[in-house]
Nanobody, 119 residues
Framework: VQLQASGGGLVQPGGSLRLSCAAS????????MGWFRQAPGKEREFVGG???????YYTDSVKGRFTISRDNAKNTVYLQMNSLKPEDTAVYYC??????????????WGQGTQVTVSS
């Protein structure tokens, strides 16, 4: 499975961005997709995920601001980020997991895309 993330950039506080993660390869084996981020000097943290059934879940700091969706025809998962804050600045990664169990480690990772929130 290969993952290609895109859509990062520079945005002002309060603005919006949409990240995309296109999957290819043996995607039939994938039961969940997730988004992670890593800010400078900090550990990578989970942002949110979507499972095969379409259920989504998020870390508390982004609830109500970020939304994960998918386009099955395009094998693409999206992360819509609204009301962005400077503390959302990070490199964002998408990941795929074979297990359907929430909390299990992710098996595949895409390259990161930089999101910078600054005036």
């Amino acid at each position: 499975v290969q993952l290609q993330a895109s859509g990062g950039g520079l945005v002002q506080p309060g603005g919006s961005l949409r990240l995309s993660c296109a999957a290819s390869g043996s995607i039939f084996s994938i039961n969940a997709m997730g988004w992670f981020r890593q800010a400078p000097g900090k550990e990578r943290e989970f942002v949110g995920g979507i499972v095969r059934s379409g259920v989504t879940y998020y870390t508390d700091s982004v609830k109500g601001r970020f939304t994960i969706s998918r386009d099955n025809a395009k094998n693409t998962v999206y992360l819509q980020m609204n009301s962005l804050k400077p503390e959302d600045t990070a490199v964002y990664y998408c990941a795929a997991r074979k297990s359907s169990v929430v909390g299990e480690p992710y098996d595949y990772w895409g390259q990161g895309t930089q999101v910078t929130v600054s005036s």
